[in-house]
């Protein structure tokens, strides 16, 4: 499913301080490399726990959000797996970082950042570009042809996805929120 919302139904509000891009900055595994800038924002102890990228001036953008998101899973524990469903549930973020990453790479003059946000029961993953065209699955799919995989990935790993406009800012934030492993 895709929906272009002003708002997404994953939105619950201001980050803990009130102020957009709110962290503590300091927290260990929060660190980029290449260019790159991280910060971590944590609600309450067992709450919804922030993370965000900036891509300013990164290179190889699609590696660094996969190594970021992989160690924002190590850090909410949802790696190393116990069981093969956690594993395959973790495999998916970090499918879903890259397809949507490479997709603002190659539809939307890069991404310019990429927010990881996670509570008991949904990761949410948001990447920022400044591109006007809308994502969607190539249809018909047809598997054997190559390229245009990207978004019918996401979503078929996803629980929802979809694309937030803010209205007199140019670009979108194009957003999927995938089930924690039982």
């Given at each position: 499913?895709?929906?272009?919302?002003?708002?997404?139904?994953?939105?619950?509000?201001?980050?803990?301080?009130?102020?957009?891009g709110?962290?503590?900055?300091?927290?260990p595994g929060a660190e980029a490399s290449q260019g790159g800038a991280a910060t971590v924002a944590s609600g309450p102890p067992g709450g919804r726990q922030v993370r965000r990228l900036s891509f300013d001036g990164a290179s190889?953008?699609?590696?660094?959000?996969?190594d970021f998101a992989r160690?924002?899973?190590?850090?909410?524990a949802w790696l190393p797996a116990a069981t093969a469903?956690?594993?395959?549930?973790?495999?998916?973020?970090l499918l879903?970082?890259?397809?949507?990453?490479?997709?603002?790479?190659l539809h939307a003059e890069g991404p310019d950042g990429m927010v990881l946000s996670c509570d008991n029961k949904v990761i949410r993953v948001e990447v920022s570009d400044r591109g006007a065209g809308q994502p969607a699955p190539?249809?018909?799919?047809?598997?054997?042809?190559?390229?245009?995989?990207?978004m019918f990935i996401v979503q078929r790993l996803c629980l929802d996805w979809g694309v937030v406009r803010?209205?007199?800012?140019?670009?979108?934030?194009?957003?999927?929120?995938?089930?924690?492993?039982?």
């Open positions: 499913m895709s929906t272009t919302r002003p708002c997404s139904p994953g939105d619950r509000g201001p980050e803990p301080s009130g102020a957009p709110a962290s503590d900055g300091g927290a190889g953008v699609v590696p660094l959000a996969r160690q924002a899973l190590y850090a909410w469903d956690q594993r395959a549930a973790a495999e998916d973020v879903v970082v890259s397809e949507l990453v490479t997709n603002a790479c190539r249809t018909p799919h047809r598997a054997g042809r190559p390229g245009g995989h990207g803010t209205p007199d800012v140019a670009g979108k934030t194009v957003w999927a929120e995938l089930g924690a492993p039982a």
